[in-house]
């Protein structure tokens, strides 16, 4: 083999490794992001901080609309800021959400 056919084949296996690592990533962000949404549809009005008597709606449409403009990790973020680690659930209610 020549020089400029190792380099090539380098070059592929170093693509491959990046392709794979972004593939990873993503699945993580958007398992990440089905979390958010389930956390935000089990919980109850009075359990976010700051909120007025619609806001889980607006955290629904918000990371549910957030899916469909494809940036569904940013708004999973942001409620994970915003919301579950101000108020975080009580552990009988994580057992009752992982059930």
Do not use: H
């Amino acid at each position: 083999m020549e020089i400029a056919d190792l380099m090539g084949l380098g070059l592929g296996a170093f693509a491959f490794v990046c392709w794979a690592l972004f593939i990873l990533v993503m699945l993580a962000l958007f398992v990440f992001w089905i979390i958010t949404v389930v956390d935000c549809a089990k919980r109850k009005n009075e359990e976010f901080p700051e909120g007025g008597d619609n806001i889980k709606t607006i955290w629904l449409v918000v990371l549910l609309v957030s899916w469909v403009v494809s940036l569904n990790w940013v708004a999973a973020i942001i409620y994970y800021v915003m919301v579950m680690r101000k108020k975080p659930l009580s552990k009988k209610e994580q057992k009752e959400i992982a059930s």
